[in-house]
């Protein structure tokens, strides 16, 4: 029995949230491809699904995408593709290698791995997707970390949550899917929690344009720049960066790291708790580096209650951290 297009992308979203990884979703509905139920990238005869951010476009595909084909082959396979860049390429041949996938003599920087051919039924294709995250999806993840890329790198929470909003707009006539994300590492591996889609920790603007509907303005971004730009002003001989080792903002002085996670809920101790915890797996990755002292902070929009203090006061002693909460002062003209 023939696999039909728009059921394979509702198993395969359905299976993912429940495996629990980051996975990249459609971000646009062209051609109503989101409203036919179209999560991921493809069209009618394939579907790819890509667990890391990085596009090839100039062959308009993801630089590693796990894809099947809806035709007379039906093949589930691994694609590593990156025309024309040579970090990309590098990076891509030695994954290849590592798991043995095949170069494709005909095109320049393309290699394929088959995982199974003649696949007539979904449940097939799912049985094959569950081989390769627990087998070469791992052994990826293990070289991406390592070569650090900056082009092909993990998903982050904010990305992933991002994505999870705009499916939710076109999924609203039936089962909505709004996870929580509890424990988060940087390839992705997450606990979820079903609960109001009104409670993520997202806020989007959205503007409908000639291809559907896109992403305009991003809080979490603003919100960003305006703390760098609030402790520039604060700190001027320290050297701030965005986005460094996938924290939202690090300041380094002379003596000390500070670990800056940007929560935008109004609840300063929902904050507190949405991003202690990654702030927790950065400690770790920067504790003695270099005879720092380190220091964790999370960002909010609100000033803190007694009780958010207190909250806090209990985290410092509890896990033996100095932990402080930053309000962003926002301006209506901070950039995106």
């Known amino acids: 029995m023939a696999i039909k297009i728009k059921d394979l992308h509702e198993s395969t979203l359905k299976y993912l949230i429940n495996e629990g990884s980051f996975f990249l979703t459609r971000k646009i509905n062209r051609g109503h491809k989101l409203e036919n139920g179209m999560w991921f990238h493809g069209n009618s005869f394939y579907m790819n699904i890509s667990f890391w ?6 062959r308009k595909v993801n630089n590693i995408g796990f894809g099947i084909d ?4 039906a093949e589930v396979y691994l694609q590593l593709t990156a025309r024309n860049d ?8 030695k994954i290849a290698s590592k798991i043995k996938a095949k170069k494709n003599d ?15 039924t979904i449940d097939d294709f799912l049985k094959y997707l569950n081989e390769f995250l627990i087998t070469d999806k791992k052994i990826i993840d293990e070289i991406i970390e390592k070569e650090e890329n900056p082009e092909i790198r993990f998903l982050t929470s904010e990305i992933f949550g991002r994505q999870i909003e705009i499916i939710n707009h076109y999924r609203n006539s039936f089962d ?3 996870p929580k994300i509890e424990v988060i590492d940087k ?3 997450i606990r979820f929690r079903r609960q109001a889609l009104d409670n993520m920790d997202i806020k989007i603007t959205k503007r409908e344009t000639s291809e559907g509907i896109s992403i305009l303005d991003y809080e979490h971004r603003k919100m960003q720049n305006q703390l760098k730009k609030q402790l520039e002003l604060e700190y001027p001989d320290s050297k701030i960066c965005l986005e460094k080792d996938y924290i939202d903002l690090l300041m380094i002085t002379e003596t000390s790291y500070l670990l800056v996670e940007i929560k935008p809920s109004s609840n300063v101790t ?6 202690i915890g990654q702030l927790l797996f950065y400690f770790t990755k920067f504790s003695n580096k270099e005879g720092k002292k380190v220091e964790l902070a999370i960002a909010g929009l609100n000033e803190p209650n007694d009780a958010d203090q207190e909250f806090i006061r209990s985290l410092r002693t509890l896990l033996n951290i100095t932990l402080k909460y ?3 002062e926002m301006l209506s003209d901070s950039n995106i």
């Open 53 to 58: 951010q990085g596009f090839d476009n100039d």
């Open 70 to 73: 809806i035709d007379e082959k």
């Open 86 to 93: 040579k970090g990309k390429i590098d990076l891509l041949d």
């Open 106 to 120: 005909s095109t320049d920087n393309h290699w394929f791995k088959i995982y199974g051919t003649k696949v007539q």
């Open 176 to 178: 909505l899917i709004s």
């Open 187 to 189: 390839s992705g591996s």
């Open 270 to 275: 929902n904050c507190i708790k949405q991003g």
């Open 326 to 328: 930053i309000k962003i």
